[in-house]
């Protein structure tokens, strides 16, 4: 009995637009010889790279194209190899988690990629809203961020609190349980009355100046008492002068 032998390039697969050089990349770093099973064997490790971390590889390890910007871990589900690919050839070559087309594949892959980014976001933003009052614009972005890790996970933003050990997971790193009573009250107020995160500027009812910066709400209170202070003594001031120049004309 003859033993097949492994096929030496995508010609012989009936793979003619595959670069030869990912076609060996990939049967050689799966379980099956065959092309359309090793498509099949992949799925995403949800960790990515881009050229200013350390560990970005020189090329895509597929087309080994040198000229890509974000390289993204993929892993085997049989045998655990791993291997770093450009995002091009991630959805023009790999079928994710067994999808049955390369496009429903780059479906999930764009989907997944868009949920990563909402949960790195909202770390950064669970770090911020706990340390600070934010800006308008921090809050939009912020709010975005929620918007896209709801909607990633397939759920409503309808009822926002019904999430809300997903969020505060998202947010702070932990359970609900294990988090400071300060953090999760300044994530609750991020999901029930996102306005009261804002720092305010103060406008001044004379001249209608606005002064101060996103500052704390308490610099901005002593910014407002200092003001306050320096204009009545420049009232004092000039109601002294008048009053003297009053009395040098009735002399």
């Not at 359309?36 to 490790?45: I, K, S, V």
């Not at 050229?51 to 085997?76: L, M």
């Not at 988690?97 to 999930?108: F, H, I, L, M, Q």
Request: hydrophobic letters at 35%.
């Amino acid at each position: 009995m003859s033993v097949p032998q492994a096929k030496a390039g995508p010609q012989d697969d009936g793979m003619l637009n595959v670069p030869p050089k990912g076609y060996k990349t990939l049967i050689e770093a799966s379980v099956s010889d065959r092309w359309e099973e090793a498509q099949r064997e992949w799925t995403l490790t949800g960790e990515s790279v881009t050229e200013v971390d350390a560990d970005f590889p020189e090329a895509c390890e597929f087309c080994q194209e040198r000229n890509i910007k974000t390289a993204y871990r993929i892993r085997n589900i049989h045998n655990h190899n791993e291997r770093w690919l450009g995002s091009e050839c991630i959805k023009r070559y790999i079928k994710l988690d067994g999808a049955e087309t390369v496009e429903d594949s780059a479906r999930r892959f764009t989907q997944k990629m868009r949920l990563l980014n909402a949960e790195r976001n909202l770390r950064l933003f669970g770090e911020m809203i706990t340390e600070r009052d934010i800006t308008p614009s921090e809050l939009k972005d912020c709010e975005r961020a929620l918007r896209q890790f709801i909607y990633g996970q397939s759920l409503s933003y309808d009822n926002i609190l019904k999430y809300w050990d997903e969020i505060v997971v998202a947010m702070l790193g932990d359970i609900p349980g294990r988090c400071e009573p300060r953090k999760l009250a300044r994530v609750k107020q991020l999901v029930s009355n996102p306005q009261s995160l804002l720092n305010r500027k103060v406008r001044f009812h004379d001249d209608n100046e606005q002064i101060g910066h996103w500052g704390s709400v308490r610099q901005t209170k002593q910014h407002v008492v200092g003001r306050v202070a320096l204009n009545r003594q420049s009232e004092d001031r000039g109601a002294d002068v008048a009053l003297i120049a009053e009395e040098q004309r009735a002399d």
